[in-house]
């Protein structure tokens, strides 16, 4: 973890993330004084802003996205296996890049919604704050931070695939797009594989919505144990 709290990419993909909700956030629509609950109304459009699920895809691999060819080609690896296992460095790694891409979002929205709090709150009608509706958007924040975590370990899985920068960096935006291309435009009843609808989640995800955080489940742990068996398998030619 501390590793990662001193990685460059790391912060970049948090900014990145934050001025992602500054921009979706209705600035306009502040009228003083403000109903009852426009905190959280204001910050809940920020998070499913158009502008945010653009970014989701370049802010999850900006800090984890290619770490395993950067220590490979600078020498650290060799460094680092040799005072370790390539077990424990899978797993360490592997961990690394999936919380890489979870926590900016999660940092950034957390940062957004205490803002969205302490500035909007005290401009508003004198009421009890929304407790239910701000556990919806916290829902909606966890399900962007899933979001980034996934598309971050499909970062690694390209590293490892190809050990190329670009492709670490460029395949999941393309990947996401292309699932987006293809619900909107030729397979409009396939919402579960629409990147749009893990964040909004505005379609039947089974009762109290407990689909959706299976689907998370399932796939984080699908996309760490095949990044785990390829990064393995690239280490051992070191």
Known sequence: MKELLRDKGFWAAASVAFLGLAAGFPFYEIEIPLNQGSFQKFYQTALESQTMLFLVPIAAVLSPGASYLRESLSGFLKFYISRTSRIDYTIRKTLSIYAGGFLPFFLAGSLGLSLSFFFLYPLELKGAVPWEEVQ???????????????????????????????????????????????????????????PGEWVLCK??????????????????????LVHSLLLYWRIQEI
């Open 136 to 194: 919806k958007t916290l829902g909606t924040l966890l399900r962007i931070s899933f979001t980034g975590g996934i598309l971050a370990e499909l970062s690694g899985i390209f590293a490892a695939i190809f050990q190329n920068y670009y492709m670490a960096y460029g395949l999941p935006f393309v990947v996401y797009y292309m699932m987006v291309i293809l619900k909107e435009r030729y397979l409009p009843k396939l919402y579960a594989l629409y």
């Open 203 to 224: 379609e039947n995800w089974g009762a109290g919505g407990m689909g959706i955080w299976a689907f998370f489940l399932i796939f984080s742990i699908a996309f760490l």
